[in-house]
């Protein structure tokens, strides 16, 4: 397929993006509160619906492909576009939630992968390392520099403590509809690719494995898990490049308020 044009936001329209992506925040902040052992995806699923309808949004992902839910919901070595069910969480599970909003015309899409309960050292140091790659991904979503800067910057980092980089998925641009120019993606080579200019949106998506990076496809027609059946993390969030820098529009404030308040209660 030949490639679509990249499609530049005007400063007007980039708010109104930030109020999709910060509409997908909020949601998120929902969802970690509610997040534990004995819960299942599809009771999240419904819950992030209803407050995506109640606070003027339209759920993203629900029928865009034909994708059945709201949320997708990937736990443990399920790297993404996991489908929502009635299995309980676990203790020590991870759970990546992805989450899409249209909102004013726009877009939001951003993720976070959340802890079960109490999750092992090594789990840990997974999601921290690919949310610290997704900011040093960021930094590079400068006017000027190539989209090769932001792989390279995610690949080097993560790699390094030996993790293995998704090939197949990609971040992407983002606007009036969910995947628009350029693909972003979480491998590449310094000053190489498409050049980054003002008025891109980009969703930005680290998706980083424990183990190898290779993938393969449940026959469901979605689900992507790990090859080796280790964990994956996903992170995600919604960049326009404005003045030359990035101007991150989604947020975790949420999710970490929500995190923040649920260990003050243990
Ligand atoms: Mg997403
Ligand atoms: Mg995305």
Known sequence: MADQPIIYKTKEEIELMRQSALLVSKTLGIIAELVEPGVTTLYL???????????????????LYDFPNTLCMSPNAQVVHGIPDDKPLQNGDVISVDCGVLMNGFYGDHAYTFEVGEV???????????????????????????????????????????????????????????????????????????MLKNGMVLAIEPMINLGTAKIRQLNDGWTILTKDGKVSAHFEHDVAIVDGKPDILSTFDFVDEALKKKKSKV
């Open 120 to 194: 092992s050292p090594e789990i840990k140091q997974l999601l921290e390392i690919t949310k610290k790659s997704l900011y040093l991904g960021i930094e590079q979503c400068c006017a000027g520099n190539r989209i090769g800067d932001i792989g390279f910057a995610i690949q080097s980092f993560t790699e390094k403590h030996g993790y293995g980089v998704v090939r197949e998925l990609v971040g992407h641009g983002l606007g009036r509809t969910m995947h628009e120019e350029p693909q972003v993606p979480n491998y590449g080579r310094r000053g190489k690719g498409k």
């Open 45 to 63: 699923d419904k819950i992030a619906e209803e407050y995506i309808r109640d606070n003027g949004g339209v759920p993203g992902f629900l029928g």
